[in-house]
């Protein structure tokens, strides 16, 4: 879907921003760019949509060379997502959002029905927020509001740049849980750029960590990144944690299942489906202060996890990560 091959920008001064970067995101796949700042990352999002020309390299968008396309046709394919949110302050969030169907003659009604699906779609009541103006919504509506805008033409790619950086924590969490439903829904190509590792293991399929100069440092999974950094410096940047963090990419299994032997289910608390993470068992176990949680498929008890299955689980994730 999305190609970089050599991609490299050099400023007039000598700065070098991108260094020769190889990069590829998959049909579907959400890649998060992440790394310290001045590493280039907002630069090669730019980049992705002709923001900012190439010095050197070639991007492909699709098969297609993005150098050789009108830049303003290329935008209209790719939705664009900025911590800034962008919205016109003046213009009601119908319109904000039917924006680039508009410019592209989507008719006027199709257009703003278009616009109320999508707020819909990102958990805002088009007939409570339809025509509202931006001031009046919170930081946190208005970037569901931005996501909106970026899908109202169905573009196949998202670009986003720290799109939940400018809310606070809980805000921030619930906003990254919404994306990743709309993901599993829409299935777009999105590439994010991010400064925190935590938010690029929940988010992304594959995490490209940037150096100072626009290196590529390491490309892979989360779970291959937080088992086996390829240098000290994506050591350092995942950080000395990071086997905590493998809770959050590792899925429960089966085989780490204590069967219910008895257990009255209603004993149980709250259960937890079969596709959790180890984070997220692990939270609600020290939320309940039990010794146990049951661990449902569809409807049904399949088992009950412990703190030693949690345990187990971590020690063999981190041993595969090492081989």
Do not use: W
């Amino acid at each position: 879907m999305i190609r970089l091959e050599g991609v490299g920008k050099k400023y007039a001064d000598g700065t070098v921003a991108v260094h020769e970067l190889d990069l590829e995101v998959l049909p579907g796949e959400v890649v998060c760019l992440v790394g310290p700042s001045g590493c280039g990352k907002s630069t090669t999002l730019k980049m992705i949509n002709r923001l900012i020309e190439p010095t050197s390299g070639r991007i492909f968008l699709e098969g297609r060379d993005v150098t050789e396309e009108d830049p303003v046709q290329l935008r209209r394919r790719i939705g664009y997502v900025i911590q800034q949110i962008g919205l016109f302050p003046h213009q009601r969030i119908a319109t904000n959002v039917a924006t680039v169907p508009s410019l592209i003659g989507t008719p006027k009604a199709e257009a703003r029905e278009r616009a109320h699906e999508l707020l819909a779609l990102v958990g805002l009541d088009p007939d409570v927020y339809a025509d509202r103006y931006p001031h009046q919504l919170s930081g946190g509506q208005q970037q569901r509001v931005g996501v909106a805008r970026a899908l109202a033409a169905d573009p196949p790619v998202l670009l986003m740049d720290e799109p939940f950086a400018a809310v606070d924590p809980v805000v921030r969490a619930r906003l990254q849980d919404e994306f990743l439903r709309l993901q599993d829904e829409l299935d777009k190509t999105v590439v994010l750029v991010t400064h925190d590792i935590d938010e690029a293991v929940k988010m992304g399929d594959k995490v490209a960590i940037l150096a100072q100069g626009g290196r590529l440092a390491q490309f892979g999974t989360p779970a291959e990144l937080l088992g086996h950094p390829a240098d000290d410096f994506v050591a350092d940047f995942v950080g000395s944690t990071r086997g905590l963090r493998r809770l959050t990419v590792t899925k429960l299994e089966r085989s780490l299942l204590e069967p219910l032997d008895g257990v009255a289910t209603g004993d149980l608390g709250a259960a937890i489906d079969l596709d959790s993470t180890l984070e997220q068992a692990l939270a609600v176990l020290l939320r309940d202060d039990r010794p146990l949680v049951g661990v449902k498929e569809g409807s049904q008890f399949v088992g009950v996890l412990t703190p030693e299955g949690i345990h187990r689980a971590l020690r063999a994730s981190l041993a595969a990560g090492e081989r």
